[in-house]
């Protein structure tokens, strides 16, 4: 229930903040600490085509991360 519920608190926080205008670096960072819960919660369930979604999501928040928090992009 924890995990479920994180999974929705920082999922819809993290596309809100994403979706300001102009979009907040913080949803990025934010989204990519939902994704453990995701990992997490779709691995016991045994559901793998959450889980390859959930890492592919893992690999777009960590791009953004990369992109939005580096100094060389900052």
Known sequence: MIAQTAILILSAVALWLLSCTPPS??????GLASQPFWLTETWHA???GMFANALVFTAIY??????HWTPAHG
């Open 25 to 30: 670096r913080w949803g990025w960072a934010v």
């Open 46 to 48: 045994e559901q793998w």
């Open 62 to 67: 960590l791009r953004g991360m990369v992109n």
